[in-house]
C-alpha cells in the first residue's frame, strides 16, 4: 500500500508568516491529493484537491502545488484562525490513505 | 446545499456489532456523481477510511477492516449504514460520514459521532 507521510508533524509559526506543510507519497500518484483543514473538535474540511484546485469558499492564502510522489499545502500569510490540523489525502486505486497530520499553532 | 448527519449508539460493548446511519439531506443519495463514505478517528490519532458505497450497492472496503465492515444503502431513507462487527477497544473511535464525488476526495463531511466500546 502507498504511504503518505507529512512534515513537519508539528510547526508554530506567527501572524503574517508563510507557512508550508509537506506530503510525501511512497510511490507517484500523479496529481490525486487532497488537502484538509480539521479544528478542535470539528470535521476536517476540504481545502484543495487534484493537488492544487482551491475548494469554493477557501480563502485564496492557501494553495497547493505538486505531482508525483512530493506535494506541499502553502498559507500565504497566516491568520488565527488557521489554528488546524492538516491532513494529506490520496486518491488512487480505490485505497485512500491520510498523511499523519501536521499540527499548526500560533506563536 | 448537501449535508450529512451521523446517528446511533455512543456506546458499544466489546465482541457486539457498532451500527450507525448516515441521513444526507439537500441532496439525492441516488446521485450518479458521489460515492458515500465512512471514515473514523481515534481518539488523538489521525484519519483512516472504512469504506464507501454507491448508490447501486457496490461497495469498498479498507482491507485491514474488510473482514468485519458492511456499508449499506438506502435509498427510500437516504440514507446509508455502517456495521462493524466483533468490535474491541481499537474501535474506539469519532465516527464520520462523508460524500465522494466520483470516488475522489471528501467533501462535505457529516459532524461526527463519537462511540466507545467498552463493557
Known amino acids: 500500500d502507498i504511504q503518505m507521510t507529512q512534515s513537519p508533524s508539528s510547526l508554530s509559526a506567527s501572524v503574517g508568516d508563510r507557512v508550508t506543510i509537506t506530503c510525501r507519497a511512497s510511490?507517484?500518484?500523479?496529481?490525486?491529493l487532497a488537502w484538509y483543514q480539521q479544528k478542535p473538535g470539528k470535521a476536517p474540511k476540504l481545502l484543495i484537491y487534484?493537488?492544487?484546485t482551491l475548494q469554493s469558499g477557501v480563502p485564496s492564502r492557501f494553495s497547493g502545488s505538486g505531482s508525483g510522489t512530493d506535494f506541499t499545502l502553502t498559507i500565504s500569510s497566516l491568520q488565527p484562525e488557521d489554528v488546524a490540523t492538516y491532513y494529506c489525502q490520496k486518491y488512487t486505486s480505490v485505497s485512500y490513505i491520510f498523511g499523519q497530520g501536521t499540527k499548526l499553532e500560533i506563536k | 446545499q448537501v449535508q450529512l448527519l451521523e446517528s446511533g449508539p455512543g456506546l458499544v460493548k466489546p465482541s457486539e456489532t457498532l451500527a450507525l446511519t448516515c441521513t444526507v439531506s439537500g441532496g439525492s443519495i441516488s446521485d450518479n456523481s458521489h460515492y458515500w463514505a465512512w471514515i473514523r478517528q481515534p481518539p488523538g490519532k489521525g484519519l483512516e477510511w472504512i469504506g464507501n458505497v454507491f448508490h447501486s450497492g457496490k461497495t469498498f472496503y479498507n482491507t485491514s477492516l474488510k473482514s468485519r465492515v458492511s456499508i449499506a444503502v438506502d435509498m427510500s431513507r437516504n440514507q446509508f449504514s455502517l456495521k462493524i462487527m466483533s468490535v474491541t477497544a481499537t474501535d474506539t473511535a469519532v465516527y464520520y460520514c462523508a460524500r465522494q464525488p466520483s470516488s475522489f476526495w471528501f467533501d462535505p463531511w457529516g459532524q461526527g459521532t463519537p462511540v466507545t466500546v467498552s463493557s
Open positions: 510511490q507517484g500518484i500523479d496529481n490525486y
Open positions: 487534484a493537488a492544487s
